[in-house]
Antibody, heavy 121, light 111 residues
């Protein structure tokens, strides 16, 4: 069965960077893309972008284009999300999710458990 | 402010049918882009409920159905059950954003 397991919660100060990892199992990692979605406390879902695991092609949401980097490590079936210049409004649960490989398919079918990133001075 | 508009809340009694709307524009749903729906139970990660407007992933009961027309889409839930109480989100591609976007979410309360 498909599983995505994310790294543990983080507490960061404003201006710092955070990296969240997401390890996949139960399917061939390179056959799918990985998307990242975040959810601020009590708020809705926000799409951050996605990365094609087999070639590293990325599509970042406009809101994050200058602060985010998504990478993957095929040998360990792990995806990474780096967010820089953190602000208090970056406090959220960050989810990774499996996305079909086709560029036009934007839905995600399996989700990680989420990683809480808290930004506070 | 989401470019996909959902009602903040809907409610229904057990056994009833409820619908949740997702209203977009010519930049997203109206441009022919597919709509997808997710269910998020309290304290858990979202779960894919409907993809490509009206397709159910394996394991999703047929009480859940999706439809799309013009610039809007709808999620219908029949035979409402207590465990359906959750937040529901629609998703589509938006040309002006050059990417995916979610609706603001709808909280379903089972009375």
């Amino acid at each position: 069965q498909v599983h995505l397991v994310q790294s543990g919660g983080e507490v960061k100060k404003p201006g710092a960077s955070v990296t969240v990892s997401c390890k996949s199992s139960g399917y061939r990692f390179s056959d799918y893309s990985i998307a990242w979605v975040r959810q601020a406390p009590g708020q809705g879902l926000e799409w951050m972008g996605w990365i094609r695991t087999y070639n590293g092609n990325r599509n970042y949401a406009q809101n994050f284009r200058d602060r985010v980097t998504m990478t993957t490590e095929i040998s360990t079936s792990t995806a990474f999300l780096e967010l820089r210049s953190l602000r208090s409004d970056d406090t959220a649960v960050y989810y990774c999710a499996r996305k079909p490989p086709n560029w036009d398919d934007i839905f995600v079918d399996f989700w990680g458990q989420g990683t809480l990133v808290s930004v506070s001075s | 402010q989401s470019v996909l508009t959902q009602p903040p809340s809907v409610s229904g009694a057990p056994g009833q049918r409820v619908t949740i709307s997702c209203t977009g524009t010519s930049s997203n749903i109206g441009a022919g882009n597919d709509v997808h729906w997710y269910q998020q139970l309290p304290g858990t990660a979202p779960k894919l409920l409907i993809y490509d407007n009206d397709n159910r992933p394996s394991g999703v009961p047929d009480r859940f159905s999706g439809s799309k027309s013009g610039t809007s889409a709808s999620l219908a839930i029949t035979g409402l059950q207590a465990e359906d109480e959750a937040d529901y989100y629609c998703q589509s591609y938006d040309k002006s954003l050059s990417g995916s976007t979610f609706g603001g979410g709808t909280k379903l309360t089972v009375l």
